[in-house]
């Protein structure tokens, strides 16, 4: 297994849309270790191919306090959404540092296929739900700050440009 190099906002491969999954083989099996062991290290609780800079549909969470529940999402769609809408707080790991609330469906159905290419559906709520739905946001070229409004968007990206600064200056000082 390795620890795989997170992309880091803005880089614009995070705006790639991912390409469906074909091949179930071997290959598959170690980048879906190797991104699940770069999501338990960073930490967080999911963690979508293309924020390690393979463009497919391939998601991998785990939102347990012990991190023995490891789900792998393999081109997941969501076919249905609770109108009830619930907020939570977001945070990324290609956003470090950044967290702010958005508004999501509260329940979700997603329809995905597992390893070994069988499909399966996930009946989910709570913080389920809302990984769910943001690794798929990955997917599809978007972050969750995509949801927030263009004022909040341009502070966020001003703190990341103050943050990126400050963290160039300890490196060189």
Same mark, same amino acid.
Request: hydrophobic content about 35%.
């Given at each position: 297994m390795a620890i795989l190099s997170?992309?880091?906002?803005?880089d614009a491969r995070l705006g790639t849309k991912a390409k469906p999954v074909t091949e179930f083989n071997d290959e598959l099996k170690q980048l879906v270790a190797d991104m699940a062991e770069?999501?338990?290290k960073a930490p967080g609780v999911g963690l979508a191919a293309t924020q390690v800079d393979r463009h497919i549909r391939l998601v991998v969470i785990d939102v347990t306090e012990e991190k023995n529940d490891l789900k792998v999402l393999i081109n997941p769609e969501i076919i249905s959404s609770s109108e009830e809408k619930k907020t939570w707080e977001e945070g990324c790991l290609s956003l470090p540092g950044i967290y702010d609330k958005v508004d999501?469906?509260?329940e979700v159905v997603v329809k995905a296929v597992d390893l070994e290419g069988k499909e399966f559906t996930l009946?989910?709520?709570g913080l389920l @739900?809302?990984?769910v739905q943001h690794e798929i946001d990955h997917l599809e070229g978007h972050v969750f700050i995509?949801?927030?409004s263009r004022l909040k968007q341009d502070r966020i990206c001003k703190k990341i440009k103050k943050m990126r600064l @400050?963290?160039?200056k300890n490196q060189e000082g």
């Open positions: 997170i992309l880091k906002y803005p770069t999501m338990y999501r469906p509260s009946a989910c709520d @739900a809302v990984c995509d949801h927030l @400050a963290e160039k």
